[in-house]
């Protein structure tokens, strides 16, 4: 007796063939450092950031959480071809976007249509913030940043400082991510101050 697929093979075959690519995204190396004092991978990052959503779903009970969760794994697919440009790198007009949406397309060319055209519509969501979630996740997004900032075993000259402004308009957005924010921001302080004792 023959098992019926569950799935055309060729279409299990091409989400497969992506998820190989994809797995890229562990060994591309982001500016932050763990606890442990090695880089973090955009992989990594991702992960903390459907953990902070997750552990919040409580008081995003107004959002689509599926989507939520959805937006924080592909909002840095596209680094898996290109590598990631550190935050205190980045500037508006670096054509950053353009060049992650253009690898994204590459990572994406081998899946089915719907699923390549789902992932680049949830990355331009996100990238343009059209939605009350893709803008909630840009504000997690940079708190996870500064909140590995915080805990990692960072260089002595690290600039705690830019934790502060970092990412501020899209951390006021909602009650909850200036919540985070202060507790952050307070943090960030403390760890400044402590620096300058011991100089």
């Not at 299990?12 to 890229?24: C, M, P, R, S, V």
């Not at 459907?50 to 909002?75: G, I, P, Q, S, T």
């Not at 059209?130 to 075993?153: C, N, S, Y």
Request: charged residues 25%; hydrophobic residues 40%.
């Amino acid at each position: 007796m023959t098992t019926p697929y569950a799935i055309a093979p060729s279409r299990l075959a091409a989400i497969i063939d992506f998820l190989q690519t994809a797995e890229k995204l562990k060994d591309t190396l982001r500016s932050g450092i763990t606890s442990n004092g090695r880089a973090e991978s955009t992989a990594e990052h991702s992960w903390r950031l459907c953990l902070m959503v997750m552990l919040f779903d409580r008081e995003l009970a107004a959002y689509d959480r599926l989507k939520l969760l959805r937006l924080c794994l592909v909002h840095d697919l596209g680094e898996a071809i290109s590598g990631d440009v550190p935050a205190t790198c980045q500037s508006p007009d670096d054509g950053r976007a353009a060049r992650e949406r253009a690898d994204l397309e590459t990572l994406c060319a081998p899946l089915p249509d719907d699923l390549g055209r789902e992932i680049l519509g949830l990355w331009d969501e996100y990238s343009r913030g059209t939605t009350p979630e893709a803008r909630m996740v840009k504000g997690f997004d940079k708190l996870e940043t500064m909140l590995q900032h915080l805990i990692g075993r960072n260089a002595a000259d690290f600039d705690y400082a830019f934790n502060l402004t970092y990412g501020a308009q899209h951390t006021v957005r909602h009650p909850l991510l200036f919540q985070i924010r202060e507790l952050v921001d307070a943090a960030t302080r403390e760890r400044i101050a402590a620096c300058g004792t011991r100089k």
